[in-house]
Each structure stands twice: as C-alpha cells, then as structure tokens.
C-alpha cells in the first residue's frame, strides 16, 4: 500500500559531524546537559546500542558526515505511514522496524546534538505516544529525473535521502532491531 504525501509535508535538512544521524525522545535524555553527560550516555556504540534496545533512540547511520533531507511520517493503526508510490520507486533499502517508546515528541539530527531539548539544527516531529516500530527507508532521490539542478542539488519537490516511517507497535511484537548500522551490509 503506497500513501499520499501530505501537501504541508516536506523533508527537513539535517547534519552530522559524528557520522550518524538519530531519531530519540527528547524525555529519555534530559540528563545529558553538556559534553560530559552526553559522553556518559553515547560515546560508545554499546552506549548507543543500550538505548536503542530501549527504544529511545533510532539510528540512521550509514558511516559518514554530511547533511541529509530526511522525511518524518507518522501512522496510526487505522492510518499506518508508507511510502508513497515515488519514494517506493526509487527506494534501494529498508531497515528492519526498531522500536521506539516515546511521549508525543521526537527530535532528529546528528547524534552529537542528543539532549532534552532541540538545539539549532535539530527538527521536532509529533509522533504517537507509546510502542512504534520505526523503518528507515533509503531513498535514490538523484535517479528521479530533474530532481537535481545544474549544480546537483535538490529541486523543491525531490524525494529525501531518508523517509522514516513510525507506526504504533503491532501488539505481541518482541523483535526489533538494535544494531547501530541502520542497514544491513550487501552481500559479499
């Protein structure tokens, strides 16, 4: 089943310098306050990995800096988030569903600006209270004809690096992912 994309919806601009991009509940990290308290609860990949067993937080990593057109769409269970027919055109990747336990808000942007609060940089997206399953899709927006121009860069209207996807838990669903590389590597 595709979805149609919301008129007012629109991918947001993201960065890292630490080579990964996150989605985290803001509520989960009041306590990292500075660089001290964010070291004492991410600067390890089993750091990250203790809080997306959690679910507070989302990897999107695909092992590189830069800054990334990232589209937040949230579902419920009557109305579940998808792609829409584009997006599934030029998809090349999805994740498997990581769980995500939230309170009605989520910030996105480099996992060096994880906190209780959204600093520059940082997007907020309403999501659904409670168990999510979260899908990371990574989207081939430069194969889409004219969604680039001269320079290379994206029109207005072309489709995201990412499209996340966060729809409520199915009940009775365990097994979620929580591996800090957001995709699984081809095979060799």
Known sequence: MTAQQPPDEAPATVATDAGMLVLWDPRRFEAVVDDDTWEDELLEDED????????????????????????????????????????????????????????????LGGIEDVSGDASDGVIEHPVPEGRCAVVVHLIDWQAEPGSQDGAGRPVPGALPDFAVLINPARPGRETFRTAVRTFEAPNG
């Open 48 to 107: 990250i990995v203790r809080h997306i067993e959690a679910g507070a937080l989302v990897p999107l990593n695909v092992g590189g800096d830069g800054a990334f057109r990232v589209l937040v769409r949230s579902g419920t269970a009557a109305a579940p988030a998808g792609l829409t027919e584009r997006e599934t055109a030029h998809q090349l990747v999805a994740s498997q569903p990581y769980l995500f336990v939230c309170h009605g808000r989520a910030l």
